[in-house]
T-cell receptor, first 114, second 117 residues
Framework: RKEVEQDPGPFNVPEGATVAFNCTYS??????FFWYRQDCRKEPKLLMS???SGNEDGRFTAQLNRASQYISLLIRDSKLSDSATYLC???????????????FGTGTRLQVTL | EAQVTQNPRYLITVTGKKLTVTCSQN?????MSWYRQDPGLGLRQIYY???????DKGDVPEGYKVSRKEKRNFPLILESPSPNQTSLYFC????????????????FGPGTRLTVL
């Protein structure tokens, strides 16, 4: 089983639609969670962190469910400029607690159309 | 401007010809790492460095070497490249990756697309 799993998509949605992505992780000891955005052939960039209480940043809402070990990203009122690949990222502290490791999912591709 | 730079951006080479991909950051970050990205496999960590002269293997270190002689630079060395090292490579840095706390924001370089024939 992969450490971090995402549906690769693509999700094709019309402009203005609401779309949601899920991501599951296998290590129950994972501590922190993030969504990164990656445009085609470009470097990934942090979109938002995911907190246990859920958090919102404009049209984007992230949720964490520790019991079921998944995180989600909801995008409301999709824009053409939201077209990208969204990477689920999980941070797990290594033994000894002196370092941690980021594990990236393979990404979910979103295509927003007119 | 705070940034991570990589050079070259594109490279086509032949099997066995040693090459180095440079990475430099101007944010005084302690932690730097190298990833490769392949279709269907996502970003996989090759090597990382927690500070000057401290490096360690990531998930896919075979065929690669790194060094960290200065805080700002973290070159990736392929002593004898092979076709299975054809990939998109990213260097990344973050202030610290210790457990308390980790903000999660890694700053990535623009990527190096390597083709080994």
């Amino acid at each position: 089983r992969k450490e971090v799993e995402q549906d690769p998509g693509p999700f094709n949605v019309p402009e203005g639609a609401t779309v949601a992505f899920n991501c599951t992780y296998s290590n129950s000891a994972s501590q922190s969670f993030f969504w990164y955005r990656q445009d085609c052939r470009k470097e990934p960039k942090l979109l938002m962190s995911v907190y246990s209480s859920g958090n919102e940043d404009g049209r984007f809402t992230a949720q964490l469910n520790r019991a079921s070990q998944y995180i989600s990203l909801l995008i409301r009122d999709s824009k053409l400029s939201d077209s990208a690949t969204y990477l689920c990222v999980v941070n797990t502290y290594l033994s000894g607690g002196t370092a941690s490791k980021l594990t990236f999912g393979t990404g979910t591709r979103l295509q927003v159309t007119l | 401007e705070a940034q991570v730079t990589q050079n070259p951006r594109y490279l086509i080479t032949v099997t066995g010809k040693k090459l180095t991909v440079t990475c430099s950051q101007n944010m005084n970050h302690e932690y730097m790492s190298w990833y490769r990205q392949d279709p269907g496999l996502g970003l996989r960590q090759i090597y990382y460095s927690m500070n000057v002269e401290v490096t360690d293997k990531g998930d896919v270190p075979e065929g690669y070497k790194v060094s960290r002689k200065e805080k700002r630079n973290f070159p990736l060395i392929l002593e004898s490249p092979s076709p299975n090292q054809t990939s998109l490579y990213f260097c990344a840095s973050t202030k610290t990756q210790t457990a308390d706390p980790f903000t999660g924001e890694q700053f990535f370089g623009p990527g190096t697309r390597l083709t080994v024939l």
